[in-house]
């Protein structure tokens, strides 16, 4: 159906010799209104649908990725393959202030037994079915020193301070290894 263009708006009188079509076009413009009134309405409900659904599918999206950060966050463990013995070293002297005031030395088990005269031999620690070898690693700690009283701190390395026990492939039983 055409409408018709009129200069004169619906809802303005009209002059006398024009009455007929312009009641006409009124109607017409009316009823156009009314079917564009409910269009408009049926687009917003589906709009609103829409952004409902979206909204939604967002939510499952946003639930989805916090579950996979939670995964991800939760602490892993790990269990070591050898033995070992940790001893908390104090520093701190009459004469000497350390900060940190401690230090936690990780020995190897069978190394720890040895030294504390529980066993009479260094025996050598298997990891991995006795496949593998535990081997007492060492490394440098550094802390920092002042002498009791002075207000002054120095920095000090601790050398040779047994740090951990690992689990390694012995080289001389079954040659390098490379990966």
Not at 57 to 70: G, L, P, Q, S
Not at 78 to 88: I, M, Q, Y
Not at 111 to 127: I, N, S
Request: aromatic share 8%; net charge neutral.
């Amino acid at each position: 159906m055409l409408i018709p263009s009129y200069e004169c708006a619906p809802d303005q009188p009209s002059s006398s010799s024009a009455n007929d079509e312009t009641g006409r076009y009124r109607l017409q413009l009316r009823a156009h209104r009314r079917r564009h009134r409910h269009r408009s309405n049926y687009l917003e409900h589906d709009q609103l649908f829409d952004l409902l659904t979206q909204t939604a599918e967002t939510d499952k999206v946003r639930e989805k990725i916090r579950r996979n950060k939670n995964k991800a966050i939760e602490r892993e463990k790990n269990e070591a393959l050898c033995g070992s013995e940790r001893k908390t070293v104090h520093l701190n002297s009459l004469t000497d202030e350390y900060d940190p005031p401690f230090i936690v030395e990780i020995r190897c088990q069978n190394l720890f037994e040895y030294e504390q005269g529980l066993a009479d031999y260094l025996a050598e620690q298997k990891c991995v079915h006795g496949l593998l070898r535990c081997v007492q690693r060492y490394g440098e700690i550094h802390v920092s020193r002042r002498p009791v009283g002075h207000g002054h701190w120095v920095p000090h390395t601790i050398r040779d301070v047994p740090v951990s026990c690992e689990c390694m492939w012995p080289v001389d039983q079954y040659g390098h290894q490379e990966l």
